[in-house]
């Protein structure tokens, strides 16, 4: 049941905010989702009323009584999006319509209610216009912002919940890997798997998260930093990253990735960079990868590069792939065809160069 009444998100007449030495200080060096600004989007659902009671308010808890069903069946979704400081000084969204419609699809997976894509607008506009000044200006920082849905009722009864809330929070963050831009080693996993066939896949909830951390605890046992999950029945195909989809480069200038089969993340970043993938020289391909095709390419040089994706990282070269037996080490490992084309997306997203899409929005 989407309501009727336009959610206004509108600014607090007495906001109040952190010192601007601080927001500096915490700016020089933020990580990556340990700080976050001063106020928060909330609104409310019910099944009679539907959507409203929309609001900014101070950064705080959340009240939520211990039999709340969020806690106990994980009806939740989330989105991931940032916000950028062009050269000017400007702020700037990158595909926020994008986020708000894969976060409507996420919502009817968890049997949530819709969120109107145009509230989803309003509440992430109105809280970086608000909280402009936490938008950091220096290398690949950025604001991130993170919309998330969930059960808001006291009711321990399997069912869809009849209260929910949304929220969005944001923060200023640095770059998702520690030491930047380098290669990193993947465990690919043939014992655990991320989600199964009729799952939660195409959805952006935390229980796909969940899943893939005690294999994420396996590849750190294993001097790895990531996890490549194969899928849940044979451990034949490629499908994502616990947190990234997949792609590689062929020798004959291919950007491969796997197709959506729906076990596998819609990705934003994922759509952005094959649709440019042209523009460096490279044809993008969707299509089902057997993760045997991945050794046997490596090996032979068909594929010169590997790489992950996602809004946080943007592009990663992965510089190996173990799989407990041995070890896969693509000839280009610092991918320069991918650091290409993650330059690109950058300068779009920054405002470096024109935005053939239309995919930026200035926040006023």
Same mark, same amino acid.
């Given at each position: 049941?989407?309501?009727?009444?336009?959610?206004?998100?509108?600014?607090?007449?007495?906001?109040?905010?952190?010192?601007?030495?601080?927001?500096?200080?915490?700016?020089?060096?933020?990580?990556?989702?340990?700080?976050?600004?001063?106020?928060?989007?909330?609104?409310?659902?019910?099944?009679?009323?539907?959507?409203?009671?929309?609001?900014?308010?101070?950064?705080?808890?959340?009240?939520?009584?211990?039999?709340?069903?969020?806690?106990?069946?994980?009806?939740?979704?989330?989105?991931?999006?940032?916000?950028?400081?062009?050269?000017?000084?400007?702020?700037?969204?990158?595909?926020?319509?994008?986020?708000?419609?894969?976060?409507?699809?996420?919502?009817?997976?968890?049997?949530?209610?819709?969120?109107?894509?145009?509230?989803?607008?309003?509440?992430?506009?109105?809280?970086?216009?608000?909280?402009?000044?936490?938008?950091?200006?220096?290398?690949?920082?950025?604001?991130?912002?993170?919309?998330?849905?969930?059960?808001?009722?006291?009711?321990?009864?399997?069912?869809?919940?009849?209260?929910?809330?949304?929220?969005?929070?944001?923060?200023?963050?640095?770059?998702?890997?520690?030491?930047?831009?380098?290669?990193?080693?993947?465990?690919?996993?043939?014992?655990?798997?991320?989600?199964?066939?009729?799952?939660?896949?195409?959805?952006?909830?935390?229980?796909?998260?969940?899943?893939?951390?005690?294999?994420?605890?396996?590849?750190?046992?294993?001097?790895?930093?990531?996890?490549?999950?194969?899928?849940?029945?044979?451990?034949?195909?490629?499908?994502?990253?616990?947190?990234?989809?997949?792609?590689?480069?062929?020798?004959? !200038?291919?950007? @491969?990735?796997?197709?959506? +089969?729906?076990?596998?993340?819609? &990705? *934003?970043?994922?759509?952005? $960079? #094959?649709?440019?993938?042209?523009?460096?020289?490279?044809?993008?391909?969707?299509?089902?990868?057997?993760?045997?095709?991945?050794?046997?390419?490596?090996?032979?040089?068909?594929?010169?590069?590997?790489?992950?994706?996602?809004?946080?990282?943007?592009?990663?070269?992965?510089?190996?792939?173990?799989? !407990?037996?041995? @070890?896969?080490?693509?000839? +280009?490992?610092?991918?320069?065809? &991918? *650091?290409?084309?993650?330059? $690109? #997306?950058?300068?779009?997203?920054?405002?470096?160069?024109?935005?053939?899409?239309?995919?930026?929005?200035?926040?006023?």
């Amino acid at each position: 049941m989407l309501t009727s009444m336009t959610m206004r998100f509108e600014t607090p007449s007495n906001p109040t905010f952190t010192p601007a030495e601080r927001i500096a200080e915490i700016n020089a060096a933020p990580g990556f989702g340990q700080f976050f600004a001063d106020h928060m989007a909330i609104a409310e659902w019910n099944v009679r009323t539907g959507w409203g009671n929309d609001r900014i308010v101070p950064y705080g808890p959340l009240p939520m009584a211990p039999a709340g069903a969020v806690f106990h069946y994980a009806q939740e979704v989330f989105e991931g999006l940032k916000a950028y400081r062009h050269a000017d000084g400007s702020v700037w969204l990158f595909r926020p319509e994008a986020n708000a419609r894969r976060f409507q699809s996420s919502g009817v997976r968890m049997a949530l209610p819709e969120f109107p894509v145009e509230a989803f607008l309003t509440s992430v506009r109105n809280l970086v216009a608000l909280e402009e000044r936490w938008v950091p200006s220096s290398g690949e920082q950025s604001l991130y912002i993170r919309p998330f849905l969930m059960a808001n009722e006291s009711f321990l009864g399997v069912r869809p919940a009849q209260d929910v809330i949304y929220c969005c929070i944001v923060g200023p963050v640095g770059a998702y890997f520690e030491g930047g831009v380098r290669p990193v080693n993947i465990w690919v996993s043939n014992q655990y798997s991320r989600v199964a066939n009729g799952g939660t896949g195409a959805a952006k909830c935390g229980g796909n998260y969940a899943s893939s951390l005690l294999a994420q605890e396996v590849a750190y046992a294993n001097g790895c930093s990531q996890v490549l999950f194969t899928d849940n029945s044979e451990h034949r195909f490629v499908e994502e990253l616990g947190g990234m989809n997949f792609m590689m480069v062929t020798k004959g !200038g291919e950007l @491969v990735t796997p197709d959506l +089969n729906g076990n596998i993340l819609p &990705g *934003i970043t994922r759509d952005s $960079l #094959l649709k440019l993938a042209p523009q460096v020289g490279l044809t993008p391909v969707e299509r089902p990868i057997r993760i045997a095709e991945v050794y046997a390419g490596v090996e032979s040089g068909e594929i010169v590069e590997l790489l992950a994706c996602g809004t946080a990282a943007v592009i990663t070269p992965l510089g190996a792939l173990h799989n !407990g037996d041995k @070890v896969y080490r693509p000839a +280009n490992s610092e991918a320069p065809q &991918g *650091i290409a084309l993650r330059n $690109l #997306l950058l300068d779009i997203q920054y405002g470096r160069v024109a935005d053939p899409f239309g995919w930026t929005e200035k926040v006023d």
